[in-house]
């Protein structure tokens, strides 16, 4: 399908192909508008979201860059976003391991302490839960099982010798992803 791409100040849509399509959003400082692009995610409907870490806040768009929605992610600077396929948003902000969960008409967020987690380095969603994880020294890799009505479960240990994540994320059958930050 179609693909997005962007930098901190513009998102752009591209089709299949890779034909430019068109932009989501614009910079600035007024309604709808964003300063700082750190994340783009999209939903099973084709909204996408756009998280602008210096303003604090998610953008929620159509997929033709119609705004739907701009929703408050808490406080300090969110550093990252996953979306369910029901357009329910995760965030966490920068040095915290408090996941903030948002459900539409994301009026009342719940923030879910992730135990076993200094940080929260990321979030993904996988099979109907969203999944917080940090890296652990030069072990590897811990994740926290965050359910969408806020309680939390044990999840997995990845074991990698001095391998410290970037990102990391998993595939329908259940395969890890991770890039390595130098």
């Not at 890799?141 to 240990?157: C, L, N, Y």
């Amino acid at each position: 399908g179609e693909f997005y791409l962007s930098t901190m100040m513009s998102v752009l849509r591209f089709s299949p192909a890779g034909t430019l399509a068109g932009e989501v959003g614009s910079f600035g400082t007024g309604p709808g508008e964003f300063q700082a692009i750190y994340k783009v995610r999209a939903d099973a409907q084709g909204n996408v979201y756009l998280l602008d870490y210096s303003a604090g806040k998610v953008l929620k768009y159509s997929r033709t860059g119609e705004l739907r929605n701009e929703i408050r992610a808490g406080g300090g600077y969110p550093m990252t976003l996953a979306v369910s396929d029901d357009g329910t948003i995760a965030v966490s902000e920068t040095g915290k391991n408090i996941a903030t969960i948002l459900a539409a008409p994301y009026t009342e967020p719940k923030q879910v302490r992730c135990p076993g987690l200094s940080l929260i380095s990321g979030i993904y969603f996988y099979r109907g839960s969203f999944y917080a994880w940090g890296t652990e020294g030069s072990s590897g890799v811990r994740t926290v099982e965050v359910k969408t009505d806020g309680s939390t479960a044990k999840g997995a240990f990845i074991g990698i010798p001095n391998f410290y994540a970037g990102q990391l994320t998993r595939d329908g059958s259940g395969s890890y992803y991770a890039l390595e930050q130098s």
